[in-house]
Every structure is written in structure tokens, then in C-alpha cells.
């Protein structure tokens, strides 16, 4: 049962243009949602987070949106670079082991043309 | 800077062998998981610790044993290492909510 969806395995881009990466969720006791950035053969680091008490929180070129009654978030890179050609997981944390358990979500490969 | 430290890069081992996979973190997080990477299926966590010597089960746990003797060091456990058992594995540490994860170690079973 996957609790956390990302349905588009791929996606590309050209550089300059807008990056928006999708993830749907299905446990309504997920209160806060991270996005992590993946390079071949390293581990994930963190990207950006939000909060359940927000809809939207930004950090440069990189914004996540969050709609709680779709039970929806996205992450929108711009521009993209060259760079941001990396896997993208979404995760989320909640429920029953509260804040110290993360489940994610399937990656999405951002593939940057130049 | 955060450090989370996996004992080795790659690794290939033979069925039926017992394999142990080591990962320190420096940061004192009280919590430190396990898990693995195969194409399609994004990132399974496998076991969590919340603190030394507990452990909670995660979405896979069948075939794998971890240990938590120190709070900075968590071992995940193959007892019979199987093909199936070939996969990316992921080590993270978290204080709150954000992980920190440790570069990743390539297991391969033959």
C-alpha cells in the first residue's frame, strides 16, 4: 500500500523553464512533507520542507505547494539548471510514530535539458 | 557538518552468507533508519530506531535484523543474504523530522 505517490517516473525540462514535480499522499494524519533531491551513487538530501499549517513555503528557486484536501503537494523548481537534473523523492511524516518516521514517495527523474 | 557514514561504497557477497552493513552518524540523533532503493519502488524503509537498543519494524522487514548498541551506530543485518537482497542500501539520522542520509552502500548478491 503505498501511502505516498508520485506518479510521473520522469520528466524533462528545458533549462530556464519551470520544473513542477507532483506527489499525492493517501494518510490524512501526514503533517509535515519534505522533498529530496537524489544524484546517482550519493545518498538524498534534504531539498525543502513544509509544514500541514502552511500551503506554500519557498527557498530560492525551489517552492513547495501543499493543498491538504487533495491531499497534493508539488514542488516547482525555476528556472532549472543543468544541475537540478537529479531523482526527486517527496516524503511525509505523521501518524502513528509522529515526526520520526518518514515514508516516501517513488522519485521522479528531472532530466534538465540544456 | 552533519556526517552520516555507511562502512562500505559496494559490496558483493554470496547467497546464503551473513552480511552486515554498518552506519555511524556524528550529529547524536536519537533516530536512525534503514532503508533500501530498487528502480520503481522509490525509497523502503526497512527498520527505525528511536533509541539505543529499540528498533521498530518499517514496510519490509523479512530477512533483515538490525542493532543499536551505541546511539551513534546502527547495524541492519542480512542473516542469509539472497538475490532479492540485491539493492541500494540507505542509511539516514534525524533529530526532528529532516533526515540526513549517508552516501549508500551498493549491495550486490550473486
Known amino acids: 500500500d503505498q501511502q505516498v505517490k508520485q506518479n510521473s517516473p520522469s520528466l524533462s525540462v528545458q533549462e530556464g523553464r519551470i520544473s513542477i514535480l507532483n506527489c499525492d499522499y493517501t494518510?490524512?494524519?501526514?503533517?509535515?512533507f519534505l522533498w529530496y533531491k537524489k544524484y546517482p551513487a550519493e545518498g538524498p538530501t534534504f531539498l525543502i520542507s513544509?509544514?500541514?499549517?502552511?500551503d506554500k513555503n519557498e527557498d530560492g528557486r525551489f517552492t513547495v505547494f501543499l493543498n491538504k484536501s487533495a491531499k497534493h503537494l508539488s514542488l516547482h523548481i525555476v528556472p532549472s539548471q543543468p544541475g537540478d537534473s537529479a531523482v526527486y523523492f517527496c516524503?511525509?511524516?505523521?501518524?502513528?510514530?509522529?515526526?520520526?518516521?518518514?515514508?516516501f514517495g517513488t522519485g521522479t527523474r528531472l532530466t534538465i535539458i540544456p | 557538518d552533519v556526517k552520516v557514514t555507511q562502512s562500505s561504497r559496494y559490496l558483493v557477497k554470496r547467497t546464503g552468507e551473513k552480511v552486515f552493513l554498518e552506519c555511524v552518524q556524528d550529529?547524536?540523533?536519537?533516530?536512525m533508519f534503514w532503508y533500501r532503493q530498487d528502480p520503481g519502488l522509490g525509497l523502503r524503509l526497512i527498520y527505525f530506531?528511536?533509541?539505543?537498543?529499540?528498533?521498530e519494524k518499517g514496510d519490509i522487514p523479512e530477512g533483515y535484523s538490525v542493532s543499536r548498541e551505541k546511539k551513534e551506530r546502527f547495524s541492519l543485518i542480512l542473516e542469509s543474504a539472497s538475490t532479492n537482497q540485491t539493492s541500494m542500501y540507505l542509511c539516514?539520522?534525524?533529530?526532528?523530522?529532516?533526515?540526513?542520509f549517508g552516501q549508500g552502500t551498493r549491495l550486490t548478491v550473486v
Open positions: 539516514a539520522s534525524s533529530h526532528n523530522t529532516e533526515a540526513f
Open positions: 494518510n490524512s494524519m501526514f503533517d509535515y
Open positions: 513544509i509544514s500541514s499549517i502552511k
Open positions: 516524503a511525509a511524516s505523521g501518524g502513528d510514530f509522529g515526526n520520526e518516521k518518514l515514508t
Open positions: 550529529m547524536d540523533h536519537e533516530n
Open positions: 530506531s528511536y533509541d539505543v537498543k529499540m528498533k
